[in-house]
């Protein structure tokens, strides 16, 4: 879907399970600081966007890595290493929701960048 116009690389980080919640956030955020060490968080307490926002904010981005959390979200350390917070929706969605969403969002951005009819 988005290879016509990006490269796009998904990594995910096994989600830990039946552990208590902090637990499994530092896990989980040992694991994010192995894979990136510069990355924006989607988070619904993110920066609201609407498509031709997020368009020119990816415009001049040439390696952007996006961190989604999992069900219990991502520790504080995690937040405060982010170089920012992007929020998909205001509304609590499961991450795989989110995932196609902000999927769909990018190809949006893509298509307005490159002049095409896509968004209207």
């Known amino acids: 879907m988005l290879e016509p116009f990006i490269q796009v690389g998904i990594v995910e980080i096994k989600e830990e399970k039946d552990k208590p919640a902090a637990r499994a956030m530092a896990e989980e955020a040992a694991r994010i600081f192995k894979k990136s060490s510069s990355y924006y968080l989607l988070d619904e ?16 981005r040439q390696q952007t890595d996006f961190v989604l959390g999992g ?3 991502v520790s504080q ?4 290493r982010a170089a920012g917070m992007i929020s998909v929706s205001r509304m609590t969605l499961t991450h795989e929701m989110a995932r196609l969403v902000f999927a769909e969002q ?3 951005a893509m298509t307005i ?3 095409k009819g896509y968004h209207h």
């Open 106 to 108: 990018l190809y949006r």
């Open 71 to 73: 069900p219990y979200g």
């Open 77 to 80: 350390e995690v937040k405060d």
């Open 113 to 115: 960048l490159k002049g």
């Open 45 to 60: 307490r993110g920066r609201q966007m609407n498509s031709t926002e997020f368009a020119e904010f990816i415009r001049d």
